[in-house]
Structure formats: structure tokens, C-alpha cells
């Protein structure tokens, strides 16, 4: 059996599908079970949606992927169960009264700091049971607020009943929840009908490859050129390389977490600052 390099898979992911469904796919690719996700795309969305590999899945964890964007359609006008496409249509109203500027003015109203109240249908846990396996089951779920923050939201089209817009926001944003605030800023209700991920971190739709194009070639990022693309980076001499393989601490003024590689260019580790020395997050060796 060939050996399967530990490192990243960015993937496109195409409507359908699951992200758990992605993963599958690449195991079958990769020849190998260590496979994870950083980062679920619900059914609906597509977009960019890292893949872990080998040792690699230990380095998902660590990476720098608060930041996300996305380029959503809304649907003004129509309330469904699910604040999404694939719900049911609870409510239809007349979207006559709703101009492009009052639109404007609610989207502004969110951007920041802010307390959103997470769609009942997601994956947060609830009594130890997901919140959308207890809607599906009849339940009444409310959800508290979580502090979120985004950073923009850029109208692209206001052709009503349906607005374009990117969104430039942490982890933990719901943009179905956008979606369903909008409409009842605006009285009408709506819901989110489009959603594509453009980017995770640093990873964008530039470095993502469709699950058609890697079944021809599988693009793998080695681990090392990804913690060196996600991380400050410090190569070490040789005495320093052995203790960091020991998980020993350095003699190192870091300022954040960093990539650590041997003299031959070997990713060893990642260490974090600890007063006046460095000790390890993750030994990669």
C-alpha cells in the first residue's frame, strides 16, 4: 500500500453533499482513514472546506481559521422552518414596502460586535443532543445569543425580494441567521437560498480543487508548506531540533504560536510562548 503524505486538501465542496460526505470521498481517494475537517459547510453551501490528512489532521485544530467569508442570497419575503432553502415555507409576505436603503441600513446594523441568536436547526448541542435532531423530532428549541463578530457585509445586489451579499465574519457566524434577522428587521420575514464559501484562513476558492478534479489528480499541501503558510516560522540548529522532538522546552522568545523545523527542513512542531521560553502545543515527529 503506498504511503499517504500528511498534509491539507482544500476542497470545493459541491451542494449535497455533507462535509462528513467529503471526507468520505477522500478517504476513498487518499487510501487512508486519518481524514478530517476543519470548518462544516452545511448540505446546501459549497465552497472552500479544509481537509486534514495523516498527521496533518493534529495540525487542523491549531490553525488559524477564525476568519471566514461568504457570498449569500437572500430571499426577502418568505419565512421558511429552517431560516434556509431546505426548509419549509412557514409564512409568504408582500415585499412592496421594502426599499434597497432600509436593507442596507439593518445589514449595517450587524456589523460588529454582536449577539446572534444561532438558527435552531444547527449542529450546537442541546441536552447532549443536536439542536436540529431536536427540531426534526417536533421539539421547540430556543437558543441563547452567542457574541460573534463581523467584520463586513457588502451588498452586491439589492434586486428585491432577493439580496447579494459578502460577508467577511468569525467562527460561529450563521449566515442563515443573517438571513432570517434581515427579514424581520425589514417586517417581511426571509430566508437564505445561496450560500458559497470563498474563504477559511488563509485558504480561498484559488486554492480549492472539486472533488471530479481530485479524483484525477489528489492535491495534497504537505504539512510543512501548510504550517509554514499558517504560522511564523523559526528554524532551529540541531541541539535545539532533538529537545523539540522530546517536547522540551526552548531557550526561544517566541511571539506567538510558531512553526518550529529542523535544519533540513523537517516540520517538527508547534510551540507557543510561556514567559521567557517556548514549550510545545503539538510534536509533529
Do not use: W
Amino acid at each position: 500500500m503506498r504511503e499517504v503524505p500528511a498534509g491539507l486538501v482544500v476542497v470545493d465542496k459541491p451542494a449535497g453533499m455533507t462535509s462528513h460526505d467529503v471526507v468520505s470521498r477522500v478517504r476513498r481517494l487518499a487510501g487512508t482513514r486519518k481524514v478530517g475537517h476543519a470548518g462544516t459547510l452545511d448540505p446546501m453551501a459549497t465552497g472552500v472546506l479544509v481537509l486534514g490528512l495523516e498527521r496533518a489532521t493534529r495540525l487542523l485544530g491549531h490553525l488559524t481559521l477564525t476568519d471566514k467569508r461568504y457570498a449569500a442570497t437572500i430571499r426577502l419575503g418568505v419565512t421558511t422552518t429552517t431560516d434556509d432553502a431546505e426548509g419549509e415555507v412557514v409564512e409568504t409576505r408582500s415585499t412592496d414596502a421594502v426599499t434597497e436603503g432600509r436593507v442596507r441600513d439593518a445589514l449595517a446594523s450587524y456589523v460588529g460586535e454582536i449577539d446572534q441568536v444561532p438558527s435552531s436547526v444547527s449542529a450546537i448541542k442541546v441536552g447532549g443532543k443536536r439542536s436540529y435532531a431536536r427540531v426534526r423530532a417536533g421539539e421547540a428549541v430556543d437558543l441563547p445569543a452567542r457574541r460573534i463578530t463581523i467584520h463586513a457585509i457588502d451588498v452586491v445586489s439589492a434586486d428585491l425580494p432577493q439580496v447579494e451579499i459578502e460577508v467577511h465574519c468569525s467562527s460561529g457566524t450563521y449566515v442563515r441567521a443573517i438571513a432570517r434577522d434581515l427579514g424581520a428587521a425589514v417586517g417581511v420575514g426571509g430566508h437564505l437560498t445561496a450560500l458559497r464559501r470563498t474563504a477559511v484562513g488563509s485558504f480561498t476558492l484559488a486554492d480549492a480543487r472539486t472533488l471530479e478534479a481530485l479524483t484525477e489528480e489528489l492535491m495534497i499541501t504537505p504539512i510543512a508548506d501548510a504550517a509554514r503558510a499558517s504560522f511564523p516560522v523559526v528554524d532551529l540548529d540541531d541541539e535545539q531540533a532533538e529537545n523539540v522532538r522530546v517536547g522540551r522546552r526552548l531557550d526561544l522568545a517566541l511571539d506567538a504560536t510558531t512553526a518550529l523545523f529542523a535544519a533540513d527542513g523537517r516540520f517538527l512542531a508547534l510551540y507557543e510562548p510561556h514567559g521567557d521560553t517556548a514549550r510545545a502545543v503539538a510534536v509533529f515527529v
